[in-house]
């Protein structure tokens, strides 16, 4: 660092042919820069500048270092150019987790890659909790609260939980009429994959109500847990978002009863720093105005 102050301050001296203009141009008094000048030349052991009461001139050897010196601001100023002009255009790879599940998210995600070519996205879809930061994701989307202080957030939109089944299901075993009844249906859940628990279904019971779904098959991922839904093959409780197709070409229909309570938020998370890369900020931008738009 030294040496590129003392380059770029000879440099001024050089083009200005004073220490006073030299400082206004550095910000220095002219004290300051005959002070960084006789440094410079105590450093390289040679005399660099002529002084005399009316100008300064450069020695031969201050000639040659100011050939070197200005091709070396040259490439520093070409290399900060190349970057502001690579900043100004978002590229680059994007490391993202999503869930399995890709009705949602999947068209944006091909929106994106339209609108932005150079950011080159590199897509990992895992229904598992990923350590944002450990794992190198640039950012993931999330359902529930961020709850790691390390992270920033921001909120796509909400979801429900609903209950669905396949028309034919319901043709072939009625449809249940309240929490009760549920005892007497194939019942398919969603198993956590780091954990193995199955999540519960956020039932509204009455006063006195009971209700105790049985497991006829848990799967791991949503999307396995959509198959086997609209395949006919029993009851699930999903998110809204994830059976949006399903739910309008009619291969699922959502419960009335029993209901369910459950809501939450869907997040994109990512790693807190002070500087966001454009790849990064156009891709949180992007989502959130698209997702859940209309």
């Known amino acids: ?30 004290s300051a820069v005959g002070k960084g000048l006789l440094r410079l030349e105590q450093r390289l052991g040679v005399r660099l500048v002529h002084r005399s009461t009316r100008r300064l001139a450069l ?5 040659q270092y100011l050939a070197r010196c200005q091709r070396i601001l040259d ?7 190349e970057l502001q002009q690579g ?3 978002p590229s680059g790879r994007l490391k993202v987790g999503v869930p399995h599940e890709s009705g949602l998210l999947t068209p944006h995600l091909a929106g994106f890659m339209r609108a932005y070519p150079q950011v080159a996205l590199d897509l ?8 944002v930061i450990g794992e190198g994701f640039d950012v993931v989307v999330r359902g529930g609260e ?14 429900r939980m609903r209950l669905v089944a396949a028309p034919g299901y319901l043709a072939e075993y009625g449809a249940p009429a309240a929490a009760a009844d549920l ?5 398919l859940y969603y198993r956590f994959p780091s954990s193995g628990k199955l999540l519960p279904w956020p039932l509204v019971l009455a006063e006195g ?24 093959l029993g009851i699930a409780c999903l998110p809204d978002f994830s059976i949006r197709r399903e739910l309008a070409s009619g291969a699922l229909v959502a419960l009335e009863t029993p209901q369910v309570r459950r809501s939450g938020n869907l997040y994109l998370l990512w790693p807190a720093t002070p500087a966001m890369p454009p790849r990064l900020r156009v891709f949180i931008d992007y989502m959130a105005a698209h997702v859940f738009a209309g």
């Open 75 to 81: 490439e520093v100023d070409a290399a900060e150019r």
């Open 146 to 159: 961020p709850g790691d202080s390390r992270l920033a957030g921001r909120r796509l939109g909400g979801y």
């Open 209 to 232: 109500e009971e209700a105790s779904p049985p497991v006829s098959a848990s799967c791991n991922t949503g999307e396995a847990l959509i198959e086997l839904a609209a395949r006919g």
């Open 183 to 187: 005892a007497h249906h194939r019942c």
């Open 124 to 131: 990992d879809y895992s229904d598992r909790l990923v350590d």
């Open 59 to 63: 020695t031969a050897e201050g000639q």
């Open 87 to 89: 900043l100004a255009v």
């Open 1 to 30: 660092m030294e040496k590129m102050n003392g380059i770029e301050l000879f440099a001024q001296v050089a083009r200005q042919g004073s220490l006073v203009a030299a400082g206004r141009q550095l910000g220095l008094s002219a």
